[in-house]
């Protein structure tokens, strides 16, 4: 029948290198991946999960490097420190160090906001590079990235940005307010306070209005939402 001879997907093969794999035969199951076409997403990252254990599996000093250039290729399209610590299990100080900086120049130079970046300094770099990043990029906040964006809020004020964090809780509050859905004033109304509680910590505002040039602002923009001003009371 005509489904016999449908060329496998990447689900397909992963399954196959699988059954290699728990046989005890990583170069088979090597050979099966080759299959996978370079550009196919679908279960990509299954796909090199199965790699890394085939590679690690085989244990010779072209497959460690093998290992080594799939995790740090993943860690520069999308940077976690899930990724960095299984990279650390295989490099000198010195190579980590030097791919971390590498890191970090790919993403400085870029003139866009990659939050898995971001979150990524706030965890493993110095605070001086997260706050650079974001700052340098204060214009690109969007609010509405609230799922991502309240954690590293909460991360900056933490370790001592205040600047940085109260950009950021403005952005949410800001993204609330223009929908204008009046269940969530209350939301916006707490990152205000937040933002407020800060602003006596900030010694250089950097351009951005302190938060008494803010809350003019917003009565301004927002003077017809009543239920928003109720609850800022």
């Known amino acids: 029948s005509l489904w016999r001879n449908k060329?496998?997907?990447?689900a397909g093969w992963n399954g196959i290198v699988k059954v290699y794999l728990e046989a005890g035969n990583p170069e088979t199951a090597l050979q099966r991946l080759s299959n996978i076409n370079a550009d196919e997403h679908f279960q990509k990252f299954e796909t090199e999960q199965l790699r890394i254990a085939a590679h690690k599996a085989i244990g010779t000093a072209s497959s460690m490097e093998a290992v080594t250039h799939i995790l740090r290729e993943r860690l520069f399209a999308?940077?976690?420190?899930?990724?960095l610590a299984e990279?650390?299990?295989?490099?000198?100080?010195?190579?980590r160090t030097s791919i971390v900086d590498g890191?970090?120049?790919?993403?400085v130079e870029r003139p866009g906001l990659?939050?898995?970046?971001l979150a990524?300094?706030?965890?493993?770099?110095?605070?001086?590079?997260?706050e650079t990043y974001l700052l340098e990029r204060a214009d690109q906040l969007d609010g509405d990235q609230y799922y991502a964006l309240a954690t590293v809020a909460r991360q900056f004020a933490e370790k001592k940005s205040p600047l940085a964090a109260t950009l950021i809780l403005r952005a949410l509050a800001n993204s609330i307010l223009q929908r204008g859905v009046s269940k969530n004033y209350k939301i916006a109304v707490g990152y205000i306070k937040r933002a407020e509680k800060l602003a006596p910590a900030i010694t250089d505002w950097r351009s951005h209005p302190d938060h008494a040039a803010y809350l003019e602002s917003l009565?301004?923009?927002?003077?017809?939402?009543t239920a928003f001003w109720s609850k800022m009371q």
């Open 7 to 10: 060329p496998l997907n990447s």
């Open 103 to 107: 890191l970090i120049c790919r993403f």
């Open 219 to 225: 009565r301004t923009n927002h003077a017809r939402k």
């Open 114 to 117: 990659d939050l898995s970046f």
């Open 87 to 95: 990279l650390e299990e295989l490099l000198s100080p010195e190579t």
């Open 120 to 130: 990524f300094a706030l965890q493993e770099l110095d605070i001086s590079v997260a």
């Open 78 to 83: 999308s940077p976690s420190s899930r990724t």
